[in-house]
């Protein structure tokens, strides 16, 4: 019997009229126009490789780079490295905000045109599940667990080989080469993810008392 790992869904749903508004204030207070915004949210911590989708970022043609503006969401031990790093590689496109609570978590996935988790290891990564039901589509690493469920690759997101740098900058090159087909694809997740659901998850586990216990 399958329970598919799953968020509260219609809560990011339930908000994402007042998430847009959020979002757009968001964007403001940051110096964000018309680019597309790539998003990291997590702990800034060496599991996670951070530093990895700035040395990916950097190797964009630059074109892609002008177009386009890295947030990072959240905190931990390598934030002064993240931010040395973006300095080393003069990238001014590279912004930061600082962890924020659950109730300003869908307008950052709003504000997003595409997450990144480039993680050597993450047992699922719920992160992708709840941008991805604010349409925002995912870049992920082989290593995370979702990987396999909910980034179907050129549909709903993209999968390269955790460690990889080249790998994601040719992932990020292909996301930010055509906004309308992110878009899409943002589009895409969103259906996909309403599949993950606690309702989904319920059902299953009574199918399963159901054989257990028959009768």
């Not at 997003?112 to 941008?131: I, K, M, R, Y």
Request: net charge negative; hydrophobic share 40%.
């Amino acid at each position: 019997f399958t329970g598919l790992h799953a968020v509260d869904n219609a809560r990011f749903i339930d908000a994402e009229k007042t998430a847009s508004l959020q979002a757009e204030e968001l964007k403001k207070n940051l110096g964000i126009d018309r680019e597309i915004v790539i998003i990291f949210v997590g702990k800034f911590v060496e599991v996670k490789r951070p530093l990895d989708l700035l040395i990916a970022y950097a190797e964009l043609p630059p074109h892609l780079i002008r177009g386009s503006k890295i947030v990072f969401v959240g905190d931990g031990p390598l934030n002064h490295s993240i931010h040395r790093q973006a300095e080393r590689l003069g990238l001014d496109g590279v912004l930061f905000l600082p962890f924020q609570n659950q109730s300003m978590l869908p307008a950052v996935y709003s504000m997003g045109d595409v997450l990144v988790l480039p993680s050597q290891s993450e047992t699922w990564g719920l992160v992708v599940n709840e941008a991805m039901n604010l349409g925002c589509p995912a870049i992920v690493t082989d290593r995370v667990g979702c990987a396999h469920d909910l980034v179907v690759p050129g549909q709903t997101g993209w999968v390269f080989s955790a460690g990889n740098p080249g790998a994601l900058r040719q992932c990020l090159e292909e996301a930010l080469a055509d906004r309308e087909r992110l878009r899409q694809i943002g589009e895409n997740a969103r259906r996909h993810v309403s599949q993950f659901s606690y309702d989904g998850i319920t059902a299953s586990l009574q199918q399963a008392l159901q054989h257990a216990c028959p009768g």
